[in-house]
C-alpha cells in the first residue's frame, strides 16, 4: 500500500533509493499521527461495534487486505465501520483463506511465481482476467484461483519443494502428541524449519529459499549504559523527515491529500487487526479495547518512521503461528520483537531455509479452520446467509469489498426477515 502511494519504483528511478526511504520512513510517521488523531475523534470504538456475523466469514480472507488491496483503499473503511453494529465475526473465514492462498505457491512449486504463470495461462487465468476486468476490485479471485489449480493438479507440483511441504505441514500440525512433553510450544516448528533448513545446506536445495538477508553490524546501531546493551538499529532524523517533500512529489503538492491518504491507509491498517482482536476474542476469550489498539498502531507507526521503516499493522498469519506455538502473551510479544531486533547481525543463518518449509508452518495454523469453518456452520438462519456470503465475497474479490457486502447483506436480511437486532458482541 505504502508503495502504491508514494509511487515505489518511479520515486526511486527518479530520487534515487536514500530518498525513497526517507519517503517512507516520513510516510510511516504521518500514518501514526493519522492513527493517534483518529483515536481521539473516536474511531477506534466505531471500529469495535461490528456486526458479528460478518467477522466469521472474513477470518480467513481478511489477512488478504494486507496482500492484495493495492488499489482500493476507499472511504469504505470508515464508512463501514460505522454502518457495521452487530457482525464482524464471518469474515474471518475469508481472512484465513487469504493465508492459505498466499502459502501454497512456494509450498507446493520451487518457486512461488511458477504457480502464478501456469494458472494465467489456463483456462482459470481466463476466468480470472473476465473476473477481474467485470469487478477491478476482486484481487482475491487470483488467489482463490491458485488454490483450486494447486489441489486439481497435484501432476504440477515440484516433487522436493511438496515434500518438504507437506512433511512440515504434518509435523508440525502432529507431533505435539509424540513429542517430550517438557519442550516447550513452538518445539515442533523449530524442528522443522531446522531440518529443512539443513537438508538444503547439504543437498543444495535449489528452490525457493528465503535469499540473502541484509547485513547488521552487530556494533552498530544505539548503545546504553556505557556500552554494555546494544540496540542495532539507528535512528532518523525527525525533523529532516518531516521537511521531506512528499506531499510535493506523490501527493501533487497537497497536504491535505497526503493526510487524508494517510488517514484511509490507517483505517485500512486497523481493519486487519480489528478481525485478528475480534477473532482471537470470539475462540480465545481475549478481551481487546479498540481505542487501545489504534493508538499502539499510531505510535508503532511513529516508531517505524524514527528507524526508517515502512508503515507496520497487524498480521493474521503471524498472529496465528504464534497462537500455535503459545506466544499469545504481551510479554512474548516483547521478547520476540526484542529477539529480532538483537538476533539481525546473525539472520543470514536463515538464508538457505526453504520457503516450503516457512509456507507449512502458516499453512499448519489455518488448514484446519478453512477445510472445517466450525464458526461459519455454526451460524443459524440469516446469520449463516450473511456469514457464508462475506467469507465468499472477501475470498474472490478484497476485504474491503467483502466486509462492505457482507454489512450490505446483513443489513438486508435483518430488514427483510425483520429480525430484532442483536446485542453487540
Known amino acids: 500500500m505504502a508503495k502504491t502511494d508514494l509511487g515505489g519504483e518511479a520515486y526511486v528511478a527518479k530520487y534515487g533509493e536514500d530518498e525513497y526511504v526517507q519517503a517512507v520512513s516520513a510516510y510511516s510517521m504521518y500514518i501514526g499521527m493519522a492513527s493517534l488523531v483518529m483515536a481521539i475523534v473516536g474511531f477506534g470504538k466505531m471500529a469495535q461495534k461490528v456486526p458479528k456475523a460478518v467477522t466469521t466469514g472474513f477470518k480467513v480472507s481478511a489477512w488478504s487486505i494486507c496482500l492484495v488491496m493495492f488499489h482500493s483503499r476507499l472511504s469504505q473503511a470508515f464508512l463501514l465501520s460505522f454502518i457495521c453494529k452487530h457482525q464482524i465475526n464471518n469474515k474471518q473465514w475469508g481472512c484465513e483463506l487469504g493465508v492459505l492462498a498466499s502459502a501454497l505457491p512456494n509450498g507446493l512449486y520451487a518457486f512461488g511465481s511458477t504457480l502464478k504463470t501456469t494458472v494465467a495461462t489456463s483456462a482459470l487465468g481466463n476466468v480470472v482476467k473476465y473476473v477481474k476486468g467485470t469487478v477491478p476490485g476482486a484481487t482475491g479471485i487470483s488467489g482463490v484461483a491458485n488454490i483450486l489449480y494447486a489441489v486439481t493438479h497435484p501432476q504440477s507440483w515440484d516433487v522436493v519443494a511438496a515434500a518438504i511441504f507437506l512433511l512440515c505441514t504434518v509435523f508440525v500440525m502432529k507431533s505435539k502428541q509424540f513429542l517430550p512433553k517438557w519442550m516447550p510450544p513452538g518445539s515442533e516448528v523449530v524442528i522443522a524449519t531446522t531440518a529443512a533448513t539443513l537438508f538444503s545446506v547439504y543437498y543444495e536445495y535449489d528452490g525457493g529459499v528465503v535469499g540473502e538477508i541484509p547485513s547488521v553490524g552487530s556494533e552498530s546501531g544505539l548503545s546504553f549504559f556505557n556500552g554494555m546493551v546494544k540496540v542495532p538499529i539507528e535512528l532518523m532524523d525527525v525533523k529532516e523527515l518531516l521537511n521531506v517533500p512528499i506531499a510535493e512529489r506523490c501527493f501533487g ?164 426477515s425483520g429480525s430484532p437486532k442483536e446485542k453487540v458482541a
Open 253 to 416: 503538492g497537497s497536504t491535505l491529500k497526503l493526510f487524508i491518504t494517510a488517514a484511509i491507509f490507517a483505517g485500512v491498517n486497523f481493519l486487519s487487526i480489528v478481525s485478528i482482536a475480534s477473532g482471537f476474542e470470539m475462540d480465545n476469550d481475549v478481551p481487546w479495547s479498540a481505542p487501545r489498539e489504534l493508538i499502539s498502531q499510531g505510535v508503532s507507526n511513529l516508531a517505524a518512521g524514527g528507524v526508517g521503516s515502512a508503515p507496520v499493522s497487524g498480521s493474521m498469519s503471524r498472529s496465528l503461528v504464534s497462537r500455535m506455538t503459545g506466544a499469545s502473551s504481551q510479554l512474548a510479544c516483547i521478547v520476540t520483537a526484542l529477539l529480532w531486533i538483537y538476533m539481525m547481525p546473525y539472520m543470514s543463518i536463515l538464508s538457505p531455509t526453504p520457503k516450503a518449509a516457512l509456507s507449512a508452518v502458516i499453512v499448519s495454523a489455518v488448514l484446519t479452520n478453512v477445510v472445517m469453518p466450525k464458526k461459519i456452520l455454526a451460524l443459524k438462519g440469516t446469520d449463516f446467509i450473511v456469514g457464508v456470503g462475506t467469507a465468499a465475497t472477501t475470498a474472490v474479490t478484497s476485504p474491503t469489498i467483502g466486509f462492505g457486502v457482507g454489512c450490505v447483506i446483513y443489513i438486508v436480511t435483518k430488514v427483510v
